[in-house]
């Protein structure tokens, strides 16, 4: 068999299919590569007008997702969209329900500007004004009118019980008495117990009549301060009005395309003149909770809430990094004066939810699930089409303090999670109204083709990224690497990994290095030094076991033969780092009923798959060995040297030509390693980890005595296409020092194996009898009449033998 030609070991990108000497002369891509079902799905899902349809997109991270969504918004959003300013106003009919304003773009804060303007004048002018001699004029003459009218009324009745000899003292208003006298002086008990029986009754009929007088006295005098006091009120809402009044209608007529501030500010017209003691007094609370929460000191129940201002009429795309429930939802604060709570609609505060309304909003979906009580609320809040701020405390009935309950914002935002496939599976499966809210998915790719167009494309990705992360910029065969990098990771000759992440990693890592040797482009050297750096940065672990193998702490032959034995290779993974290994299989025969004891299974160190995959060789042996006649050859098979569980069918080959060597009785080659899963009719399946295996056992060769040149490694045909291997590896086929054979059969892995072809069967099942199927078909044959031989001599010892 040949070996494989260098040119399916690695698919190097050739320059003249880069047309260009750097990515300088590259126009940076506005998407990212490569994601066009993706991008379907999300211009899909924004340009619907309908509820319910949010997008989720799955996909590992570092795809670019974020990435991709944030450009697509910034070159596709609608422009004929709307953006609105929002605003909380006091509701002076009810203040636990503080009042919504919605108002265009840029509108809220200049409403805000003007309010706090309004105001500021105000606070000065409005003390002067009642303070000044005009007003306290007519202040006073409206208090002397009450005052003599009530003197006049209140001296009649005294003059009347005056001539009926009755004093009358009219103490604390409301308060009066009526005492009969005697003379100048009141009579005292004695004296008024002196009187006749008719003097005595004539005093008490006298004063019950002048006590039935003064009642409705009173109660004309009550009339009249009712009366005096709306006429206060009445000149203090003139004298206001005198001040403030021009003012206001000024600012009805600046918004009076806006019917609710219109009715804001014709409320504010009506409370200022029944609150005035917000102007004249020094409230020494309203200043505390100003100073507390940061506001201006002014009165606080005519000022402007501005909860959301948009700057320009652009539509708002927020990223939410840290989704818990009040970042979300928004909250009202609390201050504390002199040991009590206060809150008041000042001090509503905004969530995302409010910044992104009329756009979009973006968030982690395992970031939003793991925040207590977010995502029930977030749907509750999608389903309503509204945002209800609560607090917290009072979603789990832990505070018990009065708080207010602003009127609900109405809600219009196109919502985008991201997250990976088993979070997006677990809520379709679990949470029955995910599918109804989050209608589309887009779902992003790990890999695209690799063709010349797509390279060149992937090119100006790169550019791109040089572009945004302000990187020097790459020369073309730095970009070549970067993009046969880019293969090794998607594990394909012909796909590119579309894992954005890793590729920044390296530009990054490779801007570094030019740097430090003050290079002005990155060359391909740099992108090399930049691998190099990372695979010395994580390969600690891999050093150490390499270590073993050369200490001989681990056993592994690179050359000669042995029977039953053979080198087989396998993938260790140390945080995100990966490195191929050779593992000693070995199986033994012996006689029996042909089973095949999995050593690694019955010690409860196999996993299921390893575990099918012995099953599978059991029954290929079977299916060639004992079609009419029972094997009388049992086995068994482990990987030597393992000390942990073992999973995965990718040796399976390995072990079946371990079996194979053992019972032929046929030494199998030290310096050849092997990999692939077989099925049972012996097609050789392909495996993943192909390089790092193949690099696994090069190393090994390396460190057991050097390279002898026949050694090599034997793969499934079907794998030669994920080829891409270290340039190390290359060299040596190249020198023909390290060879790779493909197999796609398990006969040719045999051939290769065992130094003898492995045979086919003519048409009564008979293998030619120096092949290798034929001298295990032999042998068996040998065994068999050995049995029939001795259950004859059985049978003639024991008549009663049947």
Avoid at 311 to 331: C, R, S
Avoid at 500 to 527: C, M, P, Y
Avoid at 540 to 563: A, E, H, K, N, P
């Amino acid at each position: 068999m040949k070996s494989l030609p260098l040119h399916q070991l690695y698919k190097a990108c050739a320059l003249k299919d880069l047309p260009f000497k750097t990515t300088r002369q590259l126009e940076p891509l506005s998407e990212i590569v490569g994601q066009n079902r993706a991008q379907e799905a999300v211009r899909f899902a924004l340009a619907m007008p309908h509820g319910g349809y949010n997008v989720y997109a799955v996909g590992r991270n570092g795809l670019g997702k974020r990435t991709m969504m944030l450009r697509y918004l910034e070159h596709h959003v609608d422009t004929d969209q709307l953006a609105h300013d929002w605003c909380y106003v006091a509701n002076f009919d009810d203040p636990r329900e503080p009042r919504l304003l919605k108002l265009p773009a840029g509108k809220g804060a200049q409403l805000k500007q003007d309010v706090e303007k309004l105001m500021t004048r105000l606070v000065k002018v409005v003390p002067q004004t009642f303070d000044n001699d005009s007003f306290l004029e007519r202040s006073e003459q409206l208090k002397n009118e009450l005052a003599q009218k009530q003197e006049d009324e209140l001296e009649k009745i005294a003059a009347q019980a005056k001539r009926k000899k009755v004093s009358l003292t009219v103490t604390t208003p409301g308060g009066y008495r009526l005492v009969a006298m005697n003379g100048e002086e009141p009579h005292t008990a004695e004296t008024f117990q002196a009187l006749t029986d008719e003097q005595r009754a004539k005093f008490e009929e006298d004063i019950n009549k002048l006590e039935k007088r003064l009642r409705q006295v009173l109660r004309k005098l009550a009339d009249w301060e009712q009366e005096y006091a709306d006429k206060h009120q009445a000149l203090n809402k003139e004298t206001l009005e005198g001040v403030s009044g021009h003012q206001i209608d000024e600012l009805i007529e600046k918004y009076s395309d806006l019917p609710d501030v219109v009715a804001f500010f014709e409320s504010v017209r009506e409370d200022m003149a029944e609150n005035l003691d917000v102007f004249l007094d020094e409230n020494e609370e309203h200043a505390a909770i100003a100073y507390a929460s940061l506001d201006k000191k002014m009165p606080r129940r005519y000022l402007i809430n501005l909860l959301v201002h948009q700057k320009t009429n652009e539509v708002p795309v927020v990223v939410e990094d840290n989704p818990t429930y009040h970042n979300l939802f928004g909250y009202v604060e609390n201050v504390t004066y002199k040991g009590t709570v206060f809150t008041d609609y000042s001090l509503i505060r905004p969530g995302s939810l409010h910044r992104a309304n009329g756009g979009y909003l973006l968030m982690d979906a395992i970031k939003v699930l793991e925040q207590p009580y977010v995502w029930d609320g977030l749907k509750r809040a999608m389903r309503s089409r509204s945002i209800q701020i609560n607090s917290l405390e009072r979603e789990l009935t832990l505070s018990g303090t009065i708080s207010i309950e602003p009127e609900a914002v109405p809600l219009d935002v196109k919502i985008v999670l991201f997250g990976d496939r088993e979070t997006w599976m677990l809520l379709q499966e679990y949470d029955a109204e995910f599918s109804e809210l989050f209608r589309v998915t887009a779902d992003f790719e790990n890999e695209m083709y690799r063709t010349d167009e797509s390279q060149l494309l992937y090119s100006k990705f790169i550019a791109s990224l040089v572009s945004e992360k302000k990187l020097l910029h790459c020369s073309n065969k730095a970009v070549a690497r970067v993009i046969e990098y880019s293969a090794r990771v998607a594990e394909h000759q012909d796909r590119l990994s579309l894992h954005a992440a890793d590729i920044a990693n390296l530009l990054r890592e490779s801007d570094f290095w030019a740097r430090q040797t003050g290079a002005k482009l990155i060359s391909d050297e740099h992108v090399e030094r930049a691998l190099e750096s990372a695979r010395y940065r994580s390969s600690r672990i891999r050093d150490q076991l390499y270590d073993s193998i050369r200490d001989g702490s681990t056993l592994v032959d690179t050359t000669g033969t042995r029977i039953g034995q053979l080198n087989a290779l396998s993938v260790l993974s140390t945080g995100g780092f990966e490195f191929g290994l050779p593992n000693r299989i070995t199986a033994t025969c012996y006689y029996g009923d042909g089973a095949v004891m999995d050593i690694e299974r019955d010690a409860k160190l196999g996993g299921n798959i390893h575990s099918k995959g012995v099953m599978i060789l059991t029954s290929w042996l079977a299916a060639h060995f004992a079609v009419k006649d029972p094997m009388h050859l049992s086995a068994s098979i482990t990987f030597e040297q393992n000390y942990g569980e073992v999973d995965g069918d990718s040796a399976s080959m390995a072990e079946l030509c371990a079996l194979i060597s053992s019972l032929a009785d046929l030494p199998a080659r030290q310096d050849l390693a092997m990999t692939g899963s077989v099925n049972q009719f012996g097609d050789v399946q392909p495996i993943g980890g192909v390089n790092e295996k193949v690099e696994g056992f090069f190393a090994t060769c390396q460190l057991k005595g050097g390279l002898t040149g026949t050694q090599g490694v034997i793969v499934p045909q079907s794998n030669v296409q994920n080829l891409m291997l270290d340039s190390e590896v290359v060299q040596a086929v190249r020198d023909g020092k390290f060879a790779v054979y493909a197999v796609s059969h398990l006969e040719e892995a045999v051939s290769l194996m065992l130094g003898k072809p492995a045979g086919k069967a003519d048409e009564n099942g008979r293998y030619p009898k120096q092949s290798v199927f034929g001298i295990i078909q032999q042998r068996l044959e040998a065994l068999r009449e050995h049995e029939r031989q001795e259950s004859a001599r059985d049978e003639h010892k024991d008549p009663s033998i049947h």
